[in-house]
């Protein structure tokens, strides 16, 4: 299988085994209609290994079973995540490899190896899930930097840490003849989530690796960003909006009070697939791409005034399923390096209210001709992330970022 793809399942029941050169803990999550699990129980994993119709096992390898007759009516999909056993590892060089079986006979059903891995310390596999009254698996590889926390906050686990327990000191022993006063006892900490729980408790091989932060939210407001920072489109755990407006701005270098030179940049969007294949590109020749989904501003010349130069409206509860993720660029078309630019930068609006969300401004310019700025990826949950990127390409069109724009996501 590739990323992205899917087949019918034959069988009621599948195993899932993920194998690697190094061990690694495999993971269930039974998730409903919103993308989310309804409760820490439908986290199933080496420390809470059963759940309504899922079921975790270790061996050579972890297995995660679905028994698809067993599956409560309203869970609508069961993903299958992992992660290295090894604290602090990622899944650089390791290649990992799904091998879905009939439960039932062992019989190999197919087998996925996600491409392109890096950092990641923590992986959602595949997913097996509903269509109409039947059930079919797909093969994702979507790689989390964040550790089984961020995968486990993405799908709604309940991963805060248990609160550590506190003693209150004796108070001093009262003058004779009244016997001193017994110190109070501390309190107990409550007890610990699954997801707590697979960060912290020993697999059969080793302790799992500590959960992440998580990424940064909007509950607080605007975001600023920076390089390689990620922010997630939410806010008290919900997507805050369906359409973003990226505004992307820049002013020419004055030396001497005079303007170096004439620059003109052009600011754009690929769209891709699970495949980090392209699916169409937004810039100043094309205006209007995926049936009016994305829009663009049109072309400025100069980068003069205030304000946006140029901006890129996505309406992004219309974008058709296989656009996973979508990558902003800028280029020089007039040939300039961006060492003769000043204060680019990019920020995601609110298309409805105007309201600015996340920001990110360049802070290093490099003589060169484009520019990754960021990419929005849609997450499994359904939920979009928005990553600072920054990264300079020789390229004064949009056709020469495709392949580095893959390359980021």
């Known amino acids: ?55 975790h096992s270790s061996g050579a390898a972890d297995t995660i079973t679905v028994d698809t007759g067993k599956v409560p009516a309203d869970v609508q999909k069961v993903v299958v995540t992992a992660s290295p056993d090894a604290p602090g590892a990622t899944f650089a060089g390791m290649e990992p490899t799904a091998t879905l079986r009939d439960a039932a006979t062992q019989e190999v059903i197919a087998t996925f190896t996600p491409p392109s891995l890096g950092s990641e310390t923590a992986l959602v596999v595949v997913e097996v899930y509903r269509r109409g009254n039947a059930w079919k698996v797909r093969a994702v590889g979507q790689g989390y930097a964040d550790g089984l926390g961020g995968i486990a906050t993405d799908f709604g686990v309940n991963v805060e840490e248990p609160a550590a327990p506190v003693a209150t000191p004796a108070p001093a022993p009262a003058p004779q003849p009244a016997p001193p006063p017994q110190a109070p006892q501390a309190q107990p900490a409550p007890p610990p989530t699954p997801a707590t729980q697979a960060a912290q408790s020993p697999s059969p091989a080793a302790a799992a690796p500590q959960a992440g932060a998580g990424k940064i939210n909007l509950d607080k407001g605007k975001v600023s960003l920076q ?42 969007v690929i769209a891709y697939d699970a495949g980090r294949n392209k699916v169409d590109a937004c810039y100043f020749g094309k205006l209007v791409i995926l049936n009016g989904v994305v829009q663009h501003s049109g072309d400025n010349l100069t980068g003069e005034g205030e304000g946006d130069d140029e901006s890129i409206t996505v309406h992004l509860g219309d974008l058709p399923p296989q656009v996973t993720g979508l990558v902003f660029t800028v280029n020089s078309f007039s040939g300039q390096k961006f060492s003769e630019v000043a204060k680019a930068y990019c920020r995601l609006v609110d298309a409805a209210s105007g309201q600015e969300l996340v920001r990110f401004d360049l802070t290093n310019a490099e003589p060169r001709t484009g520019v990754l700025m960021c990419k929005l990826v849609r997450q499994f949950s359904g939920e979009w992330d928005m990553t600072a990127l920054g990264e300079y390409v020789d390229s004064r069109t949009v056709r020469g970022m495709v392949k580095p724009g893959g390359a980021a996501l």
């Open 227 to 268: 390089k390689n920072q990620t922010v997630s489109l939410t806010k008290g755990g919900r997507p805050v909006l369906t359409s973003v407006r990226m505004g992307l701005g820049w002013e020419p270098v004055f030396r001497a009070g005079r303007r170096a030179k004439e620059v003109d940049l052009d600011a754009s």
């Open 1 to 55: 299988m590739t990323p992205g793809s899917n087949i019918p399942l034959g069988t009621a029941q599948v195993a899932v085994e993920v194998t690697a050169p190094s061990r690694l803990d495999v993971s269930g999550l039974l998730l409903g209609e919103n993308g989310k699990v309804r409760s820490d129980d439908d986290f199933v994993f080496y420390n809470q290994p059963a759940g309504p119709g899922v079921t």
